[in-house]
């Protein structure tokens, strides 16, 4: 329990998750996995990701016939202003965030990048996850969850209203040992080539419905995607980039309330629908970025 929680607040909160609990608002569960392997991506999808990685491709050979150094800058600016835009996402202040990463000069998508292709275990699934909540207003809060006080809901006149509670803190080791089953069988080996967008938008899903650590959960879904996208890319290109030139974070800001209801809906219902539609979304906010990321070539071109 959050030793932050004074008994006032800690009987509160206890009888408004009791009273949830009595009133049949939903837990996620196991079952959230036990769809993944049968899970059918629809047409709509299926034309997005084949858009989506022409855009992609596209953007790569733009980057390709820029001068080495300038291109190597470019896609290290991307990755330092997407961590920055990573932690605003969730009100984090800008400023602090660029303040620390002044000084600390490693991020946690270092450490993705770095160790990409090796697998994940649960050990380094908790470190890299520490490191996102370094620097942060929530960097008391690293470490997996210990207890059910974690609820998602919004206010409505006045009153919480729990929406859903994550899975069980007693199931979250068998969750971890699930999603590292899930991801490392699937490293590098994927029967579609659409995959390469899809499976790396579900992890996200995952780890963000879940809610397996204290705080930052959808900070380091986003952070786990964005690499997978790099590394998967990378198998795919004829001359792999060091760093992700894909970011959808900052094309997420316009959305953050349809981007926690896709959430809700996964961690709720984990059907074919709620998954067809959250990946909809990220693939429309990757296709933005892609556009963006278009312009901003063309920019640095324009000023040699």
Request: net charge neutral; proline share 2%; aromatic share 14%.
């Amino acid at each position: 329990m959050n030793n932050d929680f004074n008994d006032e607040i800690f009987n509160k909160i206890t009888s408004e998750i009791k009273q949830a609990i009595d009133s049949g608002v939903p837990v996620v569960d196991m079952n959230i996995f036990n769809y993944l392997d049968k899970l059918k991506i629809n047409k709509q999808n299926i034309d997005l990701t084949e858009y989506t990685l022409e855009l992609y491709e596209e953007l790569v050979k733009k980057l390709y016939t820029m001068d080495q150094n300038i291109a190597d800058k470019y896609l290290l600016q991307l990755k330092n202003a997407d961590i920055i835009d990573n932690q605003s996402l969730e009100k984090e202040d800008s400023f602090l965030i660029s303040l620390y990463r002044y000084f600390e000069k490693k991020a946690a998508i270092d450490f993705l990048i770095e160790n990409y292709g090796n697998g994940l275990n649960k050990d380094k699934l908790v470190d890299i996850h520490d490191n996102v909540l370094k620097g942060t207003s929530s960097s008391k809060k690293r470490g997996l969850r210990t207890d059910n006080f974690k609820f998602v809901g919004s206010w409505q006149n006045g009153e919480r209203k729990i929406q859903y509670f994550p899975i069980l803190y007693t199931q979250i080791y068998e969750a971890i040992d699930r999603f590292l089953e899930f991801y490392n069988s699937n490293i590098n080996n994927l029967d579609n080539e659409y995959n390469i967008f899809v499976k790396p938008i579900i992890y996200h899903g995952l780890l963000a419905a879940l809610q397996l650590f204290n705080d930052g959960n959808t900070r380091f879904a986003r952070l786990i995607q964005n690499v997978e996208i790099w590394g998967l890319m990378n198998n795919k290109l004829d001359k792999p980039l060091n760093l992700p030139i894909l970011y959808a974070t900052k094309q997420y800001f316009p959305y953050r309330n349809e981007y926690r209801n896709l959430i809700k809906n996964i961690a709720i219902y984990h059907d074919e629908d709620s998954w067809n539609e959250w990946i909809k979304f990220n693939l429309k906010r990757f296709q933005e970025s892609l556009y963006v990321g278009d312009e901003r070539l063309n920019f640095i071109k324009k000023m040699k």
